[in-house]
């Protein structure tokens, strides 16, 4: 059974790096052909995908996120993390990570997220301050 648990600060201050951590049991994030995301839903909107570590370790980011965000792999811990830089209140959101089967492109948002990923973390509320 593959699960995912996601790991962070629940509170940031404005201006911070949030750094999240995705750890994953029951399959390996490099040796099967998978991508990992970060796709997050801040209060009263859809979901919104925020990027994705393929397994061969290529990263794709969304372009409402690129300049700030990186995606990077731990493989002796078998998690993923996010870095996302320059916060602000805007980013509140529960922060999620998923697993898809599916190739490029790897961007969703909405409903269509839960059809492309087939295994997700609980999520984590992050609620950046002012």
């Known amino acids: 059974q593959v699960q995912l648990q996601e790991s962070g600060p629940v509170l940031v201050n404005a201006s911070q790096t949030l750094s999240l951590t995705c750890a994953v049991s029951g399959d390996s994030i490099r040796l099967n052909y998978y991508a990992w995301s970060w796709i997050r839903q801040p209060p009263g909107k859809e979901l919104e995908w925020m990027g994705t570590a393929a397994y061969e370790g290529s990263t794709y980011y969304s372009p409402s996120f690129k300049s700030r965000t990186s995606i990077s792999y731990d493989t002796s811990m078998n998690q993923f993390s996010l870095q996302l830089s320059s916060v602000t209140p805007e980013d509140t959101a529960v922060y999620y990570c998923?697993?898809?089967?599916?190739?490029?492109?790897?961007?969703?948002?909405?409903?269509?997220?839960?059809?492309?990923?087939?295994?997700w973390g609980q999520g984590t509320q992050v609620t950046v301050s002012s």
């Open positions: 998923a697993r898809t089967r599916e190739g490029p492109p790897y961007s969703c948002s909405g409903y269509r997220c839960r059809q492309n990923y087939d295994y």
